[in-house]
């Protein structure tokens, strides 16, 4: 399985439905044909990234991703 954000191959799963990718540090959540991406914050805490399109996985490399920094 490869990051739907930077299609890195350094993905680790962290739960059932959740992974982790060690490249960009950013989760994601995938299920019925939906991906959510989480960016991991500072204090460890997650805050969902809003996306234009969340289809699985393909859509999410060809809309902008709108990316918040902590603090």
């Keep these: ?3 739907p954000l930077c299609e890195a191959r350094d993905v ?3 739960g059932r439905e ?3 990718c060690r490249e960009c540090c950013h989760e994601w959540t995938k299920g019925d044909g939906v991906v959510k991406i989480y960016e991991v914050l500072s204090d460890g805490s997650v805050e969902r990234l809003e ?3 969340e289809p699985f996985p393909r859509a999410l490399q060809a ?3 709108v990316r ?3 603090g």
Excluded: E, S
């Design 51 to 53: 996306t234009k399109l």
């Design 63 to 65: 809309h902008p991703v």
């Design 18 to 20: 959740r992974y982790y």
């Design 68 to 70: 918040r920094r902590a």
């Design 1 to 3: 399985m490869n990051c």
């Design 12 to 14: 680790g799963r962290i």
